[in-house]
């Protein structure tokens, strides 16, 4: 059985389809049919809904992320508040949907649902911090917050000016009859946080009775293993954003999933001596707050790494756990040297990333194992992480290519480079490392004369695919020409930021 | 037409929201709260069912074989039809035939639908469509434009518009250039995918709920599929999440094999098309491959000009003569041709049949002469802007190549004003200057013009009905012929008679647009929609508004003139009486409330034949300026200012025309950019979701985004307030966007070179622009080998 609450009113199920998602099941079971379809697989944001669950720097109070509903499973829904559109009926509005109705922000209305559900889960985080309530939102935070939302017919201008409008308004409860979802007073309701609280202590899982297909929640280490030992052939699944692609697009029918997303250890983040260790339950939410810190290129590439609804959900051990070729963290941590770590029944093992990945979605991973998580080498005072995603569009698309480039030079005035790794995604049928390059570079000084001779040795490197993102030539040109902006980042005495060197700098 | 109407919708006290202020969207407030109903939030039937079809996996082939015993199997398949289950018309082509229901003997495309499913839940019948074994023979498939131009296959036979003498001009002529260019298709993408719930009537009949931009022919068509007279089918539309020109044609074919399950079943049927099936299914717009031959002078005016223009049109003919004939009429865009000859080819390809968008092959013509003033301009070394400006139409160099004199020339100080108020020229000379420091970022600017002509290109089509009840409480209700797909229709028609009566907007209540209340209706479409229903509903309001009149007359004894309406009351001679307790007045006296309108539009035709005539009632007009970064390493490109000042007359509702204006503008935006269908060597379109389909998100909305409205700028013709349509031709101003990338890449050579950049110019072309461009400078293949700058 899972238990949760959906606007504000608990909901448990049992006898139910594990394939079942969110989406489906609210517009299908529940016939709440506010939220919307748009693609069934995340990339549109028409289904958006805001969940909340208990926040773990606010004891007895919930944090609301905004995902999409689409490729979100009915079984993660135990132990949160799933709040969608239709809660926002009452008088007086809430200032977002106020505000959308005064910008002109929707035309056809298709995509408006989404967009407001993503403009509440923001207003609804700023106005948790008395702080920030009064604050204009920075543009930045506010087109994070809309860029998983597609919107066809406004152009956004009118949406982006109904979001900086909303933030600063209070959403203020009906005077006169108390209305149950009137005000936020019932976002932060004290029996439904307790409720959440104790659920969250409780194994849940679901099983439909005629199929007997099955999702289990596993909430400890131990448990895991031994259902992943107990049955192999069951499907992992965390954030689902990759997974359920599989259910909504291909419409397979999974018999058996065992979702990580509960297992408190698995979401780990600790500095152990001179490294950093991250669990594989750790969201691109989380990386995006801690990986800056140490490396700087994390907070540009993480901010263009699917939208705020995927990166609230996908998680490093899915992003691991899939072997795309155009996952983006990967070469970034195959640059840096990262260690995997993989546990069973029968221990822990760990390998340099890098050799995890075999072929084309085709990994290391033994019957029986999961990824527990990766273990970081912390920067030393010479070294620089530079990480370049290139993609079709800038916001929310899947890279052509990423470059990541670990740089160590001899001194801080970067004459020479001591080491380097070089790891592409995008350039071949896993993500890996550009050897011939990096020989042609270590112990040589950094300048366009050795750039030169990198770019000629990329080529013995790697023999690209053309497909829908991009020509093999493309990849190809643009692989030697990131080396080339690597070293124009690192040596100009121009970091003049009058002349940037990428688009992004006028985000 | 009966009755002109009075030339502004404003009297001194004026009551709430009538035409001309702006007002919210009718539905805003269920938008917003999720409560605005589309064909899939209805509330279904306990029996309903649900529909998919299989598809064709070859994109020519003769069918040998179909066994569908595995899909008829499959746990909740309640039937399957073929082809052969089809009572009446198998062929549901729109205009011309070629377009079977479901396919026959041959398939033309990968995804052609072969056979429908209705099962107890759509995963079913999706899944179980999968099933079905098909033996085909390969046929050989024509995929691309230029084989089909090789082998003269064409789905309608091509023709030419011809002005003069262009042979001879070309030769005569100080200077000539010749081009070519790929001009993209593009995805609609409308949130709401295709959809339709038919369900059965007593009398073996259907009604049709459906998301379709043209019920009258969805109704036409079923019928024909059923066999059955067209009143036995009813069609309703409340909304659509959408169109764009993609529901015009493409949501008929779903309500027919709906029609047909539910003929075959007795029972609902819902069809809701998977984003996939969508994307792979429907038509999209056109791609094109079009040619310049140009001759011009030391100043870079056009002397004479040979163009050809030739669409993708997919297996059938659709729509697509009229939608490369609307690339021919605006081949020229703002521009005199002088001498022209201008040639539109209809290409068949095996791939799906191409149709209408928003601009209706308009902006795909529009592209090649854009592209020939920035050739022109580098040419001549001149600034791409002086040589748009100088090519104008004006006054003596007025006539199009289709014979059409240009009356109304707003472009001139249009352009001027918005030079001005964008501060072109300083940031001209700021973005030179930038250009030469900068080694990698280059900077981009473009101010590129709109004229658009408006009217069905189908004389036909430009009609439009309405039916206008007052209630004896004064309220009143609506209903016309247009569709509501987001643009604000119903409002502005509302807001039309709020107008003719003067009363608030909120007596106004429109209903879904129904083909039992107002019949044999045109497709929301051609940006024609307020023109078209705001007259047909202004003559509904004028009859009723005459019977009052004549009541009042009777009634008080005064003269017609000394009866008027202002601000939600009724004026009788010295008396006043309020809207509501006059109306009842003349329930009581026994006077007909309820009234139809027409309307037909004047003056327009066309000779196909000649080539030659007065397609357009009149031309919208526009310009945009927008300024770009690129990136020379990646070819990444972001757009960091657009300014528009767009002609929409005397406006309906200025807050709906900025939105129209600014989504037109990111739609185009996104159409030349990031917007690209990729299809592999054998048909199969490979970007079947917005996972690889990328249109415009929000921070691809430029960073500074300011748009005006042309003030005092009423339209010479009479249309509804003279307001003038304003749907499709914002759509064009991206081509600012193309431009300015383009020019952002020139500043490598000095601005002496002009990149080719076909579109959509997705960074890879954008790289391969730059690359062109260094060969032509002679530099290297390295950032740091940066153009040698001197002043343009
Ligand atoms: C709209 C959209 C945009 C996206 N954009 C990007 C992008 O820009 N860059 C990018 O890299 N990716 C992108 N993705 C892919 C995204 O799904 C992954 O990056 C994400 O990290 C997957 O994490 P998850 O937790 O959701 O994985 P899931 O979907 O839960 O799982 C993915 C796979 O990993 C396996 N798995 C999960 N956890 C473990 C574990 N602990 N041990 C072993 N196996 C495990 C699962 O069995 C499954 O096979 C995008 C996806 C969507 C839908
Ligand atoms: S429906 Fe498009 S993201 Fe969920
Ligand atoms: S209003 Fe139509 S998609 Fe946004």
Redesign the interface.
Known sequence: MIEFFLNGEHQTLANADPNLSILEWL?TKM?L????????????G?CTVSIGSPDQTRPERLRYDSINSCIGLVGSLHGCHLV???A??QEP?HP??KA??DC??????????GI?MSLFTLHTARHSDALLAQQPVPDHQL?EA??G????????????AAGRKACVETWSPAADQPQPLSGPDWLQAPDMIAALTRMATQRSGLEEVATHRRYDTPLTVAELRSLRADHPNARLIAGGTDLALEIT?Q?KDLEHLIAVDQVAELKTTEIRSDALYLGAGVTYRQMQALLPQYWPHFAGMLERLGSLQIRNKGTLGGNIGNASPIGDMPPALIALGAELELDSTEGVRRLPLESFFLDYKKTDIKPGEFIRGVTIPLPHANDQLLL?K?????????S?LLGAFWLRFDDADRTTLSDCRIAFGGMAAIPRRAQATEKALIGQSWD?HS??AAVAALASDFQPMS?????AD?RN??AG??L??AL?ETTRSHTDPA?????N??? | MRKLPSHSAQTPTSARGVAGKSAHHDSAWKHVSGQARYIDDIPEAADLLHAAVGQSSEAYARILSMDLSAVREYPGVVAVVTVDDVPGHTDIGPVFPGDPVLAGDIVEYIGQPLFAVAATSMRAARQAARLAKVEYEKLEPVLTTEAALAKQFFVRPSHSQLRGDPDRALANAPHRLQADMHVGGQEHFYLEGQACLVEPTEDAGVFVHTSSQHPSEVQKLVAEVLDLPIHEIQVEVRRMGGGFGGKETQAAPLACISALLVRTTGRPVKFRMARADDMIQTGKRHDFYNTYDIGFDDNGLLQGADIMVAGRCGFSPDLSDAIVDRAMFHADNAYYLDQARVTGHRCKTHTVSNTAFRGFGGPQGMMIIERAMDDIARHIGADPLDVRKRNLYRPGRDQTHYGQTVEQHVLAELIDSLETSSDYRERRTAITAFNRRSPVIKKGIALTPVKFGISFTAQHLNQAGALVHVYTDGSIHLNHGGTEMGQGLYIKVAQVVAAAFQVDLERVKVSATRTDKVPNTSPTAASSGSDLNGMAALDACETIKQRLVDFAVQTYKVEPGDVTFSNNQVHVGTQAFGWAEFVQQAYMARVSLSSTGFYATPIIYYDREAGQGHPFLYYANGAACSEVVVDTLSGEYRVVRTDILHDVGQSLNPEIDIGQIEGGFIQGMGWLTTEELVFSDEGQLLTTGPATYKIPAVSDAPLDFRVALLPHSPNREATVFRSKAVGEPPLMLGISVWSALRDAVASMADYRFSPPLDTPATPERVLGAVTATRRFAGLNDTASGAAPCKSA
């Open positions: 517009r016939r049919t506010g939220t919307k379809e748009g693609c069934a697989s995340g990339d549109c028409a969608t559109v239709d926002l009926k509005v977002v949907q959308m109705i002109h922000g929707a035309q056809c209305g298709f995509c408006t649902p407001i087109l809309l860029a939302n597609l919107c066809r017919c406004t152009g956004y201008r009118p949406i982006i697009q419409l370049y290139i993609s079709k569009r800038l916001d929310d698309d899947i052509t366009a750039i030169a497909d829908v993102r991009g020509s493309y040109t643009v020409n990131l080339t902006r124009l002349l940037p060197l990428t688009v700098d006028y985000a």
